[in-house]
């Protein structure tokens, strides 16, 4: 299982305006500066709900399906049989999943 960020991950998110102070991972002496981001950096950075212009407030969630990942912004409605999903994204890695839910948060504006 991955548990960090790859270094030009790492500075994608750096470039996109993430403090590297929010980076935990660990290099092995001798590589590069970056400090990768972790698996638990991501999910303290990425917001527990988005909010829409329109009032619309988004939760985030993680479901397991198979060998995938799914991570996204759902908005439920009534009896939880209806929903709208803003954002989602899938990988093997959860990890992964989330990287592109939070480059997605990023560009939105939803991290800020």
């Given at each position: 299982m991955k548990t960090q960020l790859t270094a030009s991950e790492s500075a994608k998110l750096i470039e996109?305006?993430?403090?590297?102070?929010?980076?935990?991972?660990?290099?092995?002496?001798?590589?590069?500066?970056?400090?990768?981001?972790?698996?638990?950096?991501?999910?303290?950075?990425?917001?527990?709900?988005?909010?829409?212009?329109?009032?619309?407030?988004?939760?985030?969630?993680?479901?397991?399906?198979?060998?995938?990942?799914?991570?996204?912004?759902?908005?439920?409605r009534g009896d939880y049989a209806e929903n709208d999903t803003l954002a989602l994204f899938e990988s093997e890695e959860l990890i992964d999943a989330l990287y592109s839910l939070l480059l997605w948060c990023l560009e939105k504006g939803y991290v800020k």
């Open positions: 996109l305006g993430v403090s590297p102070g929010k980076a935990n991972g660990l290099w092995l002496p001798g590589t590069d500066a970056i400090i990768p981001f972790a698996l638990a950096d991501i999910l303290d950075i990425l917001p527990k709900e988005v909010k829409r212009s329109n009032y619309n407030s988004y939760t985030f969630s993680i479901v397991a399906d198979n060998h995938y990942w799914n991570v996204e912004y759902r908005y439920w």
